[in-house]
């Protein structure tokens, strides 16, 4: 069950659901500014157009293109020059979450942990194997 929140784009008061991260209001008025954004880019001679471009000419905001190309109603196949921001670095991505090089990185991390821990368990597993001899003196 959702909960009540207020918009963030307007402040109303809605029931929050997995369709919508906005009112009914302001998804409507979204979905208006997608319809703009789509027959402006279904126009053969815009289909390469860059973000920039398509925001002069819709005055469409720049973050509700890359919201709508992250849920994939704006594909990157039939649109090359769009894109949106990696959730890591803010590099321009066609898809997925992240770009390469975070990724790339992010690997490299864990690879890193994998080796460290590696390293501690076979300290403490030496550790468990050392003998210790004591010295037993008898007069």
């Not at 279904?42 to 509700?64: F, K, P, S, Y």
Request: proline letters at 2%.
């Amino acid at each position: 069950m959702g909960e009540i929140v207020n918009c963030p784009r307007c402040g109303d008061l809605y029931m929050e659901n997995a369709f919508r991260d906005v009112c009914a209001k302001c998804a409507k008025e979204e979905e208006q500014l997608y319809e703009t954004v789509y027959k402006f880019l279904r126009q053969r001679e815009n289909r390469a157009a860059t973000i920039e471009r398509v925001v002069e000419v819709t005055g469409v905001d720049e973050v509700l293109i890359h919201k709508w190309m992250k849920k994939g109603r704006l594909h990157a196949a039939h649109f090359p020059n769009l894109g949106y921001p990696c959730d890591r670095c803010g590099a321009i991505i066609n898809k997925g979450k992240i770009c390469g090089n975070c990724s790339n990185d992010i690997e490299t991390d864990l690879k890193q942990i994998q080796r460290e821990e590696a390293f501690a368990a076979e300290k403490v597993k030496h550790e468990k194997h050392t003998t210790y001899f004591a010295a037993n003196k008898r007069n």
